[in-house]
């Protein structure tokens, strides 16, 4: 069996109990930095060790053939350096392997970077989307926020620290200044830390420099305050330009807040 278990982001006392009891016992441990898990098993006072296989961007496609086959007669269990495998992190190449072949995954849950940092945001958490890593690229950044401008709900992004004011000013652009988001640095760490505020402000707030792990938490658009005709005439441009009408009426009542069904049946008996 393949275990996909959550490490903490931070603070060594958000191990689980079936975490560390896991790393006592499991023969395999495909880790994606095998140091890591050499000071988390160190860390926690675990004193098994047990065979440690790389696992990591550079080679999970090579690897994960011989991890599953693995898998089939013993547990191996899959560690990224914090938090979750497979979040912007190796794994899902493996467990799309494993799922192929017929080869059990599970998971042991724990600590995530994502949900920490969107619970202590202050901004929605009904609905919110990730968005891993924003591109490094100032052209491609520029072009991947422009896409979000108008979607809904909450953001949560990663990014380097280095990057972190480019980000935010890039962010201001795409979005608008005063759009409210939150940077939350070294969770769960000793100097953790929330900033609140609008993009133009976290732009100020950030010009000094930052330090640590950081994720990037961004409200979403408002509903634009579209009349339904205007709302139904923007699905039948979309329709016409080649794009399905429910999947149009979808795109408009998100960014108008009209129903996407009562925009579907209007420009369905639009359209005759």
């Keep these: 069996m393949i275990i996909l278990a959550a490490t903490p982001i931070g603070n060594l006392g958000d191990a689980s109990r079936r975490l560390v009891e896991a790393l006592e016992s499991v023969p395999v441990i495909a880790a994606e930095d095998t140091r890591t898990t050499q000071r988390l098993l160190a860390g926690l006072g675990v004193a098994h060790r047990p065979r440690l296989i790389a696992l990591h961007d550079h080679n999970e496609k090579d690897r ?3 991890l599953v086959e693995l898998a ?3 547990d191996v269990l899959v560690l990224s350096d914090a938090g979750m495998p497979t979040v912007s992190d190796p794994g899902y190449g493996l467990v799309a392997a494993a799922a192929a072949a017929g080869v059990a995954v599970t998971v042991i849950p724990g600590p995530s970077a994502v949900l920490t940092a969107l619970a202590v945001s202050g901004l929605p958490t009904d609905r919110f ?4 890593f924003v591109p490094r690229k100032p ?3 520029a072009s991947a926020l422009r896409a979000l401008a108008a979607e809904p709900r909450t953001m949560v992004f990663f990014d380097a620290p280095t990057r972190a004011a480019a980000t935010l000013a890039a962010m201001a652009v795409a979005f608008g200044d005063d759009r409210r988001a939150a940077v939350c640095r ?3 760490k000793l100097h953790e830390e929330v900033a609140r505020g609008t993009l133009a402000e976290l732009v100020t ?3 000094a420099g930052l330090r640590g792990e950081l994720v990037i938490v961004v409200d979403g658009a408002a509903a634009r305050e579209v009349a339904f005709p205007d709302a139904v005439t923007q699905v039948l441009e979309l329709v016409r330009s080649g794009t399905r009408l429910k ?5 408009v009542s998100a960014h108008t807040g009209h129903s996407s069904r009562e925009l579907y049946q ?3 008996a639009v359209r005759g």
Excluded: I
């Design 139 to 141: 052209g491609e950044r």
């Design 186 to 188: 070294e969770l769960t």
């Design 72 to 74: 089939r007669a013993q």
């Design 64 to 66: 994960a053939p011989e």
């Design 266 to 268: 209007a420009a369905l």
């Design 129 to 132: 989307t990730f968005e891993g």
């Design 247 to 251: 999947d149009a009426a979808g795109e």
């Design 205 to 207: 707030w950030a010009e």
